[in-house]
């Protein structure tokens, strides 16, 4: 199922329900306080939570397109998140009850979906026996039940908290995070109701794709960068521009902006770290290149913004021509560098030289190590951290052969109670 048809079929399932749609906002957060761009379907309508909106009605839902700072992709693109993407969410208000919004949400997945029963999970709080019967009664298979002691927590700070109750789909020979319904008290004590799926990855599991780069959501990057680099849809690189680029083209169509401060900082920021690993392995193709098939792509997801390709794509051929000559005066400054170490006019490079030029030219320290030891120069640097386990934000592996979900999702929660009482036992050190 494409993501179009998704997105109708979605709205058609919750008006059904009498459910009313929320309008969608732009992912620049013109709410005041608070993040520079709605990182998630609960930003701008977080106030029909706290209390601070009037409610017209109980049961709303929306398709609300986010972007997330977070996962801009400095090392390796995420089968699961991408920095711009479409969270659908319905929310339930007037103190109700969580076995409907678990049982609407089963519906959602099995009726409007048509997902197989037995190839989806959940988890559920241990001690919530009536939400483990509400499953039992709608069809969940009860060895697909896994029941964990404490539940994945959700917290806003002083405002909010609550837990989740988390859906996962067995996906080909892998499985992955698919959908959650979360229950909230509000700062009124009330209970309130909040899920969360989202566009591209429901879209690709329907299409029968092991990932969303093989879908008209990602395609038309894929095939140009392909043409333009020879990479190919499975090229890790390749995946990580194109994610890059169809996030930053859609922040730009939707009214940010990219200037030295504010919202406009982080978009450049993000669009330089690109630009500095593509030059480092050897592309040279002009980026601005890719923003027509960009736009493409997000016209298949629902946004048709190709009026403003002429405006965005000046922006990434000013960006680019700015960020050229930036690397050149980096060039030179590391070669001066390695001049006055070859005359014994400097001592060894350290860690504490590659922070400095990071804080105070924009030296990568990638870029820096990349010219000092092809001049035979070794620098030790800080050990980058292990790999953590992995998270429900990475659950997914779609060259992962996983038999035993519900085992996989119980040491999960093993790994995540050891980790707690690591900290509180390092916090109580302190």
Sequence with gaps: MKALELRERYADFFLKKGYHSLPEHRVVNTEGDGPHFNGSALTPNLGYFTGAKALEHTHLFTQQRVFWTSYSYTQMPSSLWTIFQVMMSYYQFGQPDLREALTVGWELLTEGLHLPKDDLFVILPQDRLDLQDTMRKIGMPEQNMVLWQYAPRFAIDGLMN????????????????????????????????????????????????????????????????????????????????????????????DGAQMTGKGQGHVLKKILRELLHDRYRMGYDSEIVQLVEPGLRCLREIGYDWMADRD???????????????????????????????????????????????????????ELALDVLRAQGYDVQVAEAKPRQFMTFSDAYDHEENVHDVKGWLLEMEERTLAQARARAQAQAKA
């Design 162 to 253: 609550g837990f989740y109750c988390k859906f996962f789909l067995r996906h080909q020979h892998a499985f992955l995070p698919i959908f959650d319904v979360v229950n909230i008290i509000g700062p009124d004590g009330q209970l309130k109701t909040d899920s969360c799926l989202l566009l591209e990855r429901m879209s690709f599991i329907l299409q029968g794709k092991k990932t969303w780069y093989e879908t008209e959501m990602f395609l038309p990057l894929m095939q140009r960068l392909e043409a333009l680099e020879g990479t190919k849809v499975n090229d890790p690189f390749g995946q990580r521009v194109a994610a890059t680029v169809r996030s930053l083209v859609a922040a730009l169509a």
């Design 311 to 365: 405006r965005i794509e000046a922006i990434f051929a000013g960006e680019e021509h700015s960020y050229q000559k930036v690397h050149r005066e980096s060039l030179k400054f590391l070669e001066k560098q390695v001049k006055l170490a070859e005359n014994g006019k400097r001592g060894p490079f350290t860690q504490e030289d590659l922070d400095v030029w990071k804080d105070s030219r924009g030296i990568t320290v």
